[in-house]
């Protein structure tokens, strides 16, 4: 692969993470390198709820915690997708070594088997 491609990719990249990690701040802090959800604001109030609206709040976590886990997932694949170019590592498969194919790579930059070990 050309360092035309990769350098277009390592942009792509980042632009994604940098998404990614705004999307994970609305819901989520990070602490140590990992992603923490934030409970509902109303429930830190200290206020006395009626038992549908902190059923509601429950609720609402639960989706958010589904939510972060899945953005995390992502964040961590492009960070470690951008740490393999920064080794020059990117783009060759985990499993035979063999070059991931360019077309897979700009399908999906975070790809980390060839086609034939997926």
Not at 95 to 113: D, H, V, W
Request: a negative charge; aromatic letters at 6%.
């Amino acid at each position: 692969m050309n360092n035309n491609t990769i350098k277009e990719i390592k942009q792509n990249l980042e632009d994604e993470l940098e998404k990614v990690r705004q999307e994970l701040s609305k819901i989520a802090y990070e602490e140590d390198g990992r992603w923490t959800t934030k409970f509902p604001e109303q429930s830190l109030e200290g206020s006395h709820q009626e038992p549908t609206e902190a059923a509601d709040e429950v609720e609402d976590y639960t989706a958010m915690l589904k939510i972060k886990e899945s953005l995390e997932k992502r964040y961590n694949e492009i960070k470690e997708a951008l740490q393999k170019i920064e080794k020059g590592s990117y783009g060759k498969c985990e499993k035979c070594g063999q070059e991931i194919s360019e077309k897979r790579l700009k399908a999906n930059p975070t790809a980390k088997y060839c086609i034939k070990c997926a």
